[in-house]
């Protein structure tokens, strides 16, 4: 049981790339979230899905569109990425709706130079 | 901004010793979660109070929720080395079916052997 898959781990960028972080769970869970986390900023909801079909903004979306695939996967694209984005990003799910715990990835490590 | 705010930004403390950490939110909320991550890891749930609970135990951990204070405390009893985390407190808040987890910013805790 894998729980929540993040792919890539890491990742290097130039200024005004793009690129697609994955994220998986095989929990049949409802619910999908993106947060980003920077030194002394704790972790900052970018979008999340509470259920396949619907996504909405968080805290930080401006510069990132997201994708509910179906109910396993959730992709965060960055279209051009910015030095800004450089950050750990962390997909996490859970049960439907409100009132259960976030299921963490390990997360992915982007710089953009 | 933020929904949560977490006090201290970092702790240090003797094995043994008990440690507390404070969270205050603005909104009213569902529930609120504390969660833990070791350095370089994804967040792992420790314990979920609902806004009608005013204290929950849960091995050495004490949580307690004030609604009219808008905080809650996590206390860890007898800390060990291996307690040595940070910690994030989230308030969870929306309709049943939106579900949006924001975090604090988190307690940095450094239990010495």
């Known amino acids: 049981n894998a729980g929540v898959t993040q792919t890539p781990k890491f990742q290097v960028l130039k200024t005004g790339q793009s690129m697609t972080l994955q994220c998986a769970q095989d929990?049949?869970?409802?619910?999908m979230y993106w947060y980003r986390q920077d030194p002394g900023m704790g972790l900052r909801l970018i979008y999340y899905?509470?259920?396949?079909?619907t996504t909405d903004k968080g805290e930080v979306p401006n510069g990132y569109n997201v994708s509910r695939l179906n109910k396993r996967e959730f992709s965060l694209r960055l279209e051009s990425a910015a030095p800004s984005q450089t950050s750990v990003y962390f997909c996490?799910?859970?049960?439907w709706g409100f009132g259960g715990e976030l299921f963490f990835g390990e997360g992915s490590r982007l710089t953009v130079l | 901004s933020q929904q949560g705010e977490e006090d201290p930004q970092a702790l240090s403390i003797q094995e043994g010793e008990n440690a507390t950490m404070n969270c205050s939110y603005k909104?009213?909320?569902?529930?609120l979660q504390w969660y833990r991550q070791n350095s370089g890891r994804g967040l792992v749930h420790l314990i979920l109070?609902?806004?009608?609970?005013r204290e929950k135990h849960s091995g050495r951990l004490r949580v307690t929720l004030d609604t009219s204070k808008k905080s809650s405390s996590l206390l860890i009893t007898a800390s060990r080395a291996a307690d040595t985390a940070s910690y994030f407190c989230?308030?969870?808040?929306?309709?049943?079916?939106?579900?949006?987890?924001?975090f604090g910013q988190g307690t940095t805790l450094q239990v010495k052997p």
């Open positions: 996490a799910s859970r049960e």
């Open positions: 909104t009213s909320i569902n529930n």
């Open positions: 109070i609902r806004s009608n609970e």
């Open positions: 989230a308030t969870d808040f929306g309709s049943s079916n939106t579900g949006k987890l924001i």
């Open positions: 929990m049949n869970h409802n619910s």
């Open positions: 899905s509470a259920s396949e079909g």
